[in-house]
């Protein structure tokens, strides 16, 4: 760091003669480099979908990132107890050998309980980036979608690390699968709906819905599906071993798991 300023400087002030403007632009630029240096001594931090529960579904790209770093994070209090660990270590034994880093995120609606884990997360996380080491945080289904990663990916960029996404296979992309079933054809339209945020609503749009995270209230979520008039379709657990599916609105348990994904089609 301290050879390249140097470098930059004896570049700048030949170029600047001396001038104030040239001084000026000469701190700008070494502040530029300063910064871009120490970023680079600090580890990335890589959000990596491990898919919906198959591990025959992880990614080729998602097991090298496994393989090819020693801080593996997970959300979850007790790391080995966790479905994300449970699904990548049967396609990457060697996890368990590795440094397994928890990240407790907890299952609430209190934004003041929330604040303070996905803060303490956020700076564990970054005592790791800060040794120069890569951690890669394992999440469910795909990092772009309704990812608990998310929350510490916008604390650790603002704090200033730098992150990289690795997509994995999407719960409801499965569970069409599963079912042997398009999710859209031609020019349909598919709504993707956090169903327990959304009871007030009904399924009144065109095209085909998606709702997930429906456990908790799913009796309520019944009653719209109901409303709805469309054909209904339920996947729990997709890819585990536990999976049931659910064919109409009829056969849906109201004590169905947190990993309950619906598809409800328009009627043809």
């Keep these: 760091m301290a050879v390249t300023t140097i470098l930059q400087f004896h570049k700048f002030n030949h170029f600047c003669n001396g001038s104030a403007s040239g001084i000026l632009l000469l701190i700008l630029n070494s502040y530029h480099f300063f910064n871009q240096e120490v970023l680079s001594m600090k580890g990335t931090l890589y959000g990596v979908g491990v898919g919906p529960g198959d591990p025959e579904l992880m990614t080729v790209k998602a097991i090298r990132m496994i393989r090819e770093n020693s801080i593996i994070a997970v959300p979850g209090a007790e790391v080995k ?3 994300a660990y449970k699904i990548a270590v049967q396609a990457v034994p060697e996890l368990a ?8 995120m907890p299952m609430t609606h209190d934004p003041k309980e929330l604040e303070e884990n ?12 800060d040794a120069g ?10 990092p772009c979608v309704y990812s608990t990663f998310s929350y510490l990916q916008h604390r650790v960029e603002a704090d200033g690390y730098h992150t990289e996404l690795v997509s994995g296979i999407t719960s409801f992309c499965a569970a ?39 456990g908790k209230k799913m009796n309520q979520v019944k009653e719209i599906l109901s409303r709805s008039g469309r054909d209904v379709l339920m996947v729990e657990n997709c890819g585990m071993p536990d999976e049931h599916i659910y064919h109409g609105v009829d056969e849906i348990p109201d004590d169905a798991g947190y990993y309950s ?8």
């Design 176 to 214: 069409a699968a599963r079912l042997n079933i398009s999710l859209s054809e031609w020019n349909e339209q598919l709504h993707i709906v956090p169903a327990v945020h959304r009871l007030d609503s009904e399924l009144t749009e065109s095209g085909n819905y998606i709702l997930m995270k429906s």
């Design 261 to 268: 994904l619906i598809i409800a089609k328009e009627h043809k």
């Design 97 to 104: 050998d590795k440094e397994l880093l928890p990240i407790y």
């Design 118 to 129: 996905h803060a303490k997360g956020a700076k564990a996380l970054e005592a790791c980036l």
């Design 81 to 83: 107890e966790t479905v």
């Design 133 to 142: 080491k890569n951690v890669v945080f394992l999440t469910l289904g795909d």
